[in-house]
């Protein structure tokens, strides 16, 4: 009952966990293309123009994503407890950013001060789509964070219940080895018997003397 509660959870934290490899894929997607739209436009541009952090922000948050995404696969292939145990505090610390920013995002009503000004204005398009959609991203939002967490929560569960100890060895017990000869074809030694000395045969001079008489 275990081995197979033990398996459920193990294929639900691999499909739960793919969903977060799917938003680190789109964000690296979408890193890429802005920096292709954005190295088309850097003729035009000046050449002291700051740094696009914001394609840089999405591209290592994808990569990011992915990575964690990878670790979350193993740790649920194998069940080990130092495995589940790294992939949690990955999610645990990326959920805490995640907050960090979103409540800087609605608390803070001067909140685009804390971020440097975007020469590509990449951000500003992102923004203004948000805005546009709001309704859509927060549900996408909000689909990546439960699936985050519900990622921890199995996690946690599939660590307490411990690796599959049966699928990697028997106990001695239950193991016979097999016994097998030495040689292929043994040969076995021919029994010899002691016979009586009474009953020995006689010898040939003896015989010849018995014939003579």
């Given amino acids: 009952m275990a081995s197979v509660m033990r398996s459920c959870l193990q294929s639900l934290l691999k499909i739960v966990n793919s969903l977060i490899g799917m938003a680190g894929l789109a964000l690296i997607i979408y890193a890429l293309w802005l920096f292709r739209v954005w190295q088309k436009h850097a003729d035009h541009w000046d050449s ?47 959920v805490l950013l995640e907050v960090a920013v979103t409540a800087d995002v609605f608390l803070n009503h001067h909140w685009e001060e804390d971020f440097p000004e ?36 199995l996690s946690m569960i599939l660590r307490a219940l411990g690796p599959d100890q049966g ?23 021919p029994a010899y018997v002691v016979a009586d000395p009474r009953f020995a045969p006689k010898s040939d001079s003896w015989n010849v003397r018995i014939q003579d008489k």
């Fill in 118 to 153: 975007d020469p590509t204005g990449s951000f500003d398009s992102f923004k203004h789509f948000v805005s546009s959609n709001f309704d859509i991203c927060k549900w996408i939002g909000i689909s990546v964070v439960a699936a985050q967490g519900l990622s921890i929560l």
């Fill in 48 to 94: 002291d123009f700051p740094v696009p952090w914001f394609i840089y922000a999405s591209f290592g948050l994808g990569v990011i994503l992915c990575v964690i995404t990878c670790s979350g696969h193993i740790a649920a292939e194998t069940a080990n407890g130092h495995c589940l145990s790294c992939y949690m505090v990955f999610l645990f610390l990326l």
């Fill in 167 to 189: 699928g990697f060895y028997d106990s001695d017990d239950d193991y016979t080895p097999a016994r097998l000869p030495l040689l292929k074809n043994p040969t076995h030694p």
